[in-house]
């Protein structure tokens, strides 16, 4: 149904500065993505213009230049560096005489490659459909409303009717798969909340590392790669830290500049693990000479989903491709640690990170010693399952004493539903 590229087509990338514009587009990111996307670049034309042409986005002038390179190099699809209308995009088409993919397309084909989980495919499938329906009219310009009259009428409807019917009917269909993916996810985020498990997310520019911090504080395997958007789905795991706190870390889709709103409406689910959590971890790549517009780009994603009340540590990674960088910590006016150097792939400064969690998320909680009877086996696996547990000792009855780290609200809730929980002065 869409129309993927396929491995090794060849491509003209278009990426024109647009003088009015604060925030112009990186010509070496959107290589990137057109190599990711699995195409072979025969050419770049870049230019500025004061603003977009309504018809075909480039100028005349511009615009033969990209034909002659399409005709020299055999071009089989030109990639513009922006969002194109769809009439753009079909005027281009009929002017170049091969397909053109706007900025939003080549993300989502990314996606469409990258996407493994059900989950995940939904989302990008959702995504796909949204920017599809506004561009149906391209494959269908040379049909043209059925004829009435006796013997001759149709079934009512024009095949762009039936598609965009039938489009809209998939994506109702999704969405009602999704949602049903997001009660299970508040099911799950319920459990944690009641077992008081602090949920770390990892967020960060595209290709900054997350995975691969997230596999080494995790001893898990996901997917990591030096390329864009290698990891798409959300991703879930059990940490202790060396105190014993126990948290949930949450691994999740990259941002990047311009990230398409369709993209954003659809991963929400995902996301939303990111906007509940506790503490975010806000990853940056150390060697990226623009790693503060990356780091105010993620923030502006973060505003979109509403997650910009949620503590932030910033995570420089990456610091052995940096010359005379040690491992290190910065702290804020309040004392509080809020940025911390590492490389996650040789593991300095590693130890830091485990103290600013530890440091972060005890803030509320204190220590304190519980009584479980010898016969109450259950309720001290649900203690050895549920809190932070620091030590372990009988009493001459054979009862558990145990020394837990708990917040006030979580205890009180475990002595009120268990009345055999009994706290030690």
């Not at 033969?64 to 699809?77: G, M, T």
Request: one cysteine or more; proline letters at 3%.
């Amino acid at each position: 149904m869409f129309e993927r590229p396929r491995t090794g087509e060849r491509a003209i990338l278009i990426s024109m500065a647009i003088t009015r514009l604060t925030d112009q587009p990186d010509l070496e990111e959107f290589a990137e993505l057109a190599h990711s996307a699995g195409v072979m670049i025969e050419a770049t034309v870049t230019g500025t213009r004061d603003s977009p042409d309504p018809s075909t986005f480039v100028g005349r002038g511009k615009r033969e230049e990209i034909e002659a390179l399409v005709q020299k190099h055999q071009a089989e699809v030109v990639l513009f560096n922006h969002a194109l209308s769809p009439g753009q995009e079909r005027n281009l088409e009929r002017a170049f005489q091969c397909r053109v993919v706007d900025r939003t397309g080549v993300i989502l084909d990314i996606f469409a490659q990258r996407a493994r989980s059900f989950e995940g495919k939904l989302q990008v499938e959702l995504a796909q459909l949204k920017h599809l329906s506004t561009r149906l009219v391209r494959g269908w310009t040379h049909l043209e409303r059925q004829k009435g009259g006796i013997g001759l009428r149709g079934p009512g409807e024009t095949q762009l009717e039936t598609d965009r019917r039938l489009l809209a009917e998939r994506i109702k269909f999704i969405n009602k798969r999704l949602d049903k993916v997001r009660r299970q996810r508040n099911l799950s985020r319920k459990a944690r909340s009641r077992a008081q498990l602090s949920v770390v997310s990892l967020v960060g520019y595209t290709n900054a590392g997350k995975s691969t911090l997230f596999n080494h504080l995790t001893h898990a395997n996901v997917f990591a790669a030096d390329q864009l958007f290698a990891t798409l789905d959300a991703t879930l795991r059990r940490v202790n830290l060396p105190d014993k706190t126990t948290l949930i870390l949450a691994d999740t889709v990259g941002f990047i500049q311009q990230l398409p709103h369709d993209l954003v409406v659809a991963f929400r689910a995902t996301l939303d693990e990111t906007r509940l959590a506790t503490l975010l971890l806000h990853i940056v790549d150390a060697s990226d000479t623009e790693r503060q517009l990356r780091v105010e780009q993620v923030n502006q994603v973060l505003t979109d989903i509403n997650a910009t009340n949620v503590p932030q540590i910033i995570i420089y990674n990456k610091i052995d491709c940096l010359k005379n960088c040690p491992a290190r910590y910065e702290r804020d006016e309040k004392g509080r640690i809020f940025k911390i150097w590492l490389s996650a792939k040789s593991g300095a400064g590693i130890d830091l990170l485990y103290n600013a969690l530890i440091e972060q998320l005890g803030q509320e909680k204190s220590e304190c010693r519980v009584r479980v009877p010898v016969e109450a086996g259950d309720l001290r696996a649900h203690l050895f399952a549920q809190v932070t547990v620091l030590h372990e000792e009988y009493a001459d009855n054979g009862d558990s004493l145990i020394d837990i780290r708990i917040s006030a609200e979580h205890l009180n809730q475990l002595t009120q539903t268990d009345p055999r929980l009994l706290v030690e002065d």
